[in-house]
């Protein structure tokens, strides 16, 4: 039988994103959950590039980088695909993942922003993000980017947002306004209470209160 | 019906070339149009409204926009002839992370080795080094990074030594010295017609980032 393993941490939007691809397709792994503080000497092999999470082990062998870890998935275990079949579909997809990919570090950025002048920038950023997927991901009936089945946008933008409406709740700032961006807001809510996914969002408390200490932490070795 | 596919591109750029490249390897004709970047056509601002940037492909009135997602749609569509990515996934990922380290590492530190000066270029030069190492040590003995021929990280990659007189001139080093096998490695790769025929010379592209210089004051 065909190993998987995941190298991971629980709270971060990276992982969840191969966490979530690997539940919606039925495929059973063995979880490891990585100290950032005090990664395993597996991680640092698996990936002595760039020493990050998430790491997928396949067999014995290493794939590193989140949405390059989706598609390999979505290559090996065809049921519920997650990136369409024709080819400019699928770069349509491969762009939006690209752009959900960018608005991590915005948001990251927020977090760590010092003042308030670096804080405004940082929203502001964020805005322009969420503006133009406002703006230009969704047509009139669709739910979800992929119509009425979860595909890789939604997974590539869920991770993201599920990460700002956590630093939302730590900086006391609301960013996803649902008059700003109805769209996008319904489309949220419509994805973190979809089946498999409900299930495996990181508990929101449990998430505010960690990344919470890590902020502490970080301040306090400063 | 013809296929029309139209490049908007602007010939320094190394994410154009990666394009060049991969349309040539696959036969496919198709209009160049360069753009001017102070002034960008009604067409790149319509097909690119989100980053305005080139280079984008434009096929049959469609658009697809960042390099490496067009170098990987004009391999599915044109399939018939020299594939760029490998045919097993597991090659794939493989393919697609390094394509990827290279976004993430060479244009910035390439950049700052021209704009930059003292401490920061000295930074910028050894992340430049040190990344080329890295990818000397994934090519191994590989005759490219696609193995006996052209591969996605090859196309990623060979558009950047297009710039190296610049930032050896500039960086004052020699890469040929640090990193001889990669030095090899694109020698090789210009040896290949598709290859040569779609990049600039390392002299017009000097020349290039002699006036960019002196256009934004840098001394």
New interface residues.
Partial sequence: MAQVKLHGFWYSPFTLRVVLTLKLKGIPYENIEEDRFNKSPQLLEYNP?HKKTPVLV?DG?P???SM??V??ID??WPQYPLLPVD??E??QA??WV??ADEMIPAVGALFSSSGVEERENSINKIWEHLK?VEQ?CFGYEKNIFGGNTINIVDIAFGSAIKFLITIEDIIEVKILDAEKFPHLHSWFNNFKDAPVINENLPDHQKVVAFIKSLLQKSLQSS | MADQVILLDFWPSPFGMRLRIALAEKGIEFEYREEDLRNKSPLLLQMNPIHKKIPVLVHNGKPICESLIAVQYIDEVWNHKSPLLPSDPYQRSQARFWADYVDKKIYDAGRNIWTKKGEEQEAAKKEFIDALKLLEQELGDKTYFGGDKLGFVDVALIPFYTWFKGYETFGNFIVEKECPKFIAWAKRCMQIESVSKSLPDQEKVYEFIVDIRKKIGIE
Wanted: with cysteine; charged share 35%.
């Fill in positions: 590039v396949h062998k794939l590193c980088e390059i870890i598609e390999y290559e090996k080819p400019y699928r770069a491969r762009f690209k752009y133009v230009h």
